[in-house]
């Protein structure tokens, strides 16, 4: 991502939004090394007293969902104008609900090319296994089916994440992180 922590209004910083709320905790530490929260906030996480809760809130920043998200690059591309790019990292259990793809065919109508999407495919909805588990080929031909540039890719292998990121293409993108065999990929 481009971003300049020393000037964290640039009009020209990349956006990233959290829509899994349970990876809460990685959040706030990137928070704490980016110099946003001291890192003795941490040693607060779920107390009463502090705003670090286990599970992502509203009142927090970069904690909307998807369609918040297509919003950012809907304005970035088309009133700002700006080269910045907005990444979304959602739950899968969060891709059986049907506002995410009313959100992805928005970002498709309007061509929303500076939006990322990457789903985090750990098969585990809020109560119960997310319902199409390490199902691969599904997830990308949903995506393709919404308007999508969708990409497969090893989850673990950073260059081929960082390739994946550096795909230009003139519609919205989804980067499907496919988890190791080890934990039971299917695709």
């Given at each position: ?15 990233f ?10 959040l ?25 809760d ?79 588990q390490?199902?691969?080929d ?50």
């Amino acid at each position: 991502m481009r971003y300049k922590s020393q000037d964290p209004r640039n009009l020209h910083n990349d956006r990233f939004v959290l829509s899994k709320g349970h990876a809460a905790p990685i959040l706030y530490t990137v928070w704490a090394e980016a110099g946003f929260l001291p890192k003795a906030e941490l040693l607060n996480l779920r107390k009463i007293s502090s705003n670090l809760d286990w599970h992502l809130v509203p009142k927090q920043a970069s904690t909307d969902g998807l369609g918040a998200t297509c919003g950012m690059a809907y304005t970035g591309k088309y009133f700002d104008k700006a080269s910045y790019r907005v990444y979304c990292m959602l739950g899968d259990g969060e891709l059986s609900e049907g506002s995410v793809w009313e959100a992805m065919a928005f970002a498709s109508i309007y061509k929303l090319d500076n939006l990322v999407a990457i789903p985090d495919i750990n098969c585990l909805g809020q109560t119960d296994l997310a319902p199409l588990q390490h199902q691969m080929d599904i997830y990308q031909k949903r995506c393709e089916a919404f308007g999508w540039h969708a990409i497969i890719v090893d989850g673990h292998s950073v260059e081929e994440l960082c390739k994946a990121f550096g795909q230009a293409k003139h519609q919205p993108t989804d980067i499907i992180p496919r988890p190791s065999r080890a934990e039971g990929s299917q695709g």
